[in-house]
């Protein structure tokens, strides 16, 4: 079998630009290797927006494939159920590993993935994070050759939502593949946690979103989903946390007993 990527490092800088063109629709994976060896061989002082006025994208569009490419292209292989949004929203995590395993060992969206890391971390779920849109590997739009800027993923948390529709938006009507998410949109009734969570949340009238209802999970797999938050929980009950616990409000230390009860009255039930 031929290394893919063996072929990619060989290839001229025309060849790996009309590659990145003929993925456009259909692959960030081809489109991050590409930018990530031009980057390397070619680029001579170039940036990621003068790699993406060859091929069509914005210089953020490229730079978060390319940033996706070389943190995660050599171990994508091990996740066979997991999207490029996936690593996308985990590029800036330092649990990825960890988050990504229990994503694919579950087969969870990216909405579970982010409520399951959340969860674990001991945030409150009753409060709504922060919007966040994301491109995924069908959403590309086709941008003029003006030179753009290019941020850190790690910034796109402070954007508003105004500000992130408009990042991966042209002013061109061009666009090549199907505008899906795997979550995003708008209105207040939103929820990752509602009924049909795995299709993306309403749009606009105007929008062409193909939506799929989510499967109803088995025991079995819901099972797994608990043992491994269980498991994640029980692990950060460090020394620290253990010894600190007595110097915690009595609302939170009440409301960590019941929580324990309550699962373990349940798991008691099914003996």
Same mark, same amino acid.
């Given at each position: 079998?031929?290394?893919?990527?063996?072929?990619?490092?060989?290839?001229?800088?025309?060849?790996?630009?009309?590659?990145?063109?003929?993925?456009?629709?259909?692959?960030?994976?081809?489109?991050?290797?590409?930018?990530?060896?031009?980057?390397?061989?070619?680029?001579?002082?170039?940036?990621?927006?003068?790699?993406?006025?060859?091929?069509?994208?914005?210089?953020?569009?490229?730079?978060?494939?390319?940033?996706?490419?070389?943190?995660?292209?050599?171990?994508?292989?091990?996740?066979?159920?997991?999207?490029?949004?996936?690593?996308?929203?985990?590029?800036?995590?330092?649990?990825?590993?960890?988050?990504?395993?229990?994503? /694919?060992?579950?087969?969870?969206?990216?909405?579970?993935?982010?409520?399951?890391?959340?969860?674990?971390?001991?945030?409150?779920?009753?409060?709504?994070?922060?919007?966040?849109?994301?491109?995924?590997? @069908?959403?590309?739009?086709?941008?003029?050759?003006?030179?753009?800027?290019?941020?850190?993923?790690?910034?796109?948390?402070?954007?508003?939502?105004? /500000?992130?529709?408009?990042?991966?938006?042209?002013? @061109?009507?061009?666009?090549?593949?199907?505008?899906?998410?795997?979550?995003?949109?708008?209105?207040?009734?939103?929820?990752?946690?509602?009924?049909?969570?795995?299709?993306?949340?309403?749009?606009?009238?105007?929008?062409?979103?193909?939506?799929?209802?989510?499967?109803?999970?088995?025991?079995?797999?819901?099972? *797994?989903?608990?043992?491994?938050?269980?498991?994640?929980?029980?692990?950060?009950?460090?020394?620290?946390?253990?010894?600190?616990?007595?110097?915690?409000?009595? *609302?939170?230390?009440?409301?960590?007993?019941?929580?324990?009860?309550?699962?373990?009255?349940?798991?008691?039930?099914?003996?």
């Amino acid at each position: 079998m031929i290394d893919q990527t063996d072929t990619t490092a060989k290839m001229t800088e025309d060849q790996l630009i009309d590659r990145a063109r003929e993925a456009l629709s259909d692959s960030s994976w081809v489109i991050g290797e590409c930018a990530a060896q031009w980057t390397k061989k070619y680029a001579k002082g170039r940036t990621d927006a003068d790699f993406g006025a060859m091929v069509g994208l914005s210089g953020d569009q490229i730079y978060q494939r390319r940033r996706v490419w070389e943190t995660f292209g050599d171990v994508r292989e091990q996740y066979q159920h997991l999207k490029w949004s996936h690593y996308y929203i985990a590029l800036t995590w330092d649990d990825a590993p960890e988050c990504l395993q229990w994503a /694919e060992e579950n087969q969870a969206t990216v909405a579970e993935l982010k409520a399951w890391r959340r969860a674990v971390n001991g945030e409150d779920l009753s409060i709504s994070e922060p919007f966040e849109e994301y491109p995924v590997d @069908s959403e590309v739009a086709f941008v003029s050759d003006e030179p753009v800027s290019v941020k850190d993923p790690s910034e796109y948390d402070q954007l508003d939502r105004g /500000e992130s529709g408009s990042r991966e938006q042209s002013d @061109s009507p061009a666009t090549v593949g199907a505008h899906a998410r795997d979550v995003g949109g708008s209105g207040s009734d939103y929820s990752p946690f509602r009924s049909g969570a795995g299709a993306p949340a309403p749009q606009g009238s105007n929008s062409e979103v193909a939506v799929v209802a989510k499967p109803e999970i088995t025991p079995e797999q819901a099972i *797994k989903r608990i043992c491994s938050a269980v498991e994640r929980c029980h692990k950060m009950l460090s020394p620290e946390v253990v010894s600190a616990f007595p110097e915690l409000s009595p *609302k939170l230390k009440k409301r960590f007993i019941k929580a324990v009860s309550d699962l373990n009255s349940t798991a008691a039930r099914l003996q």
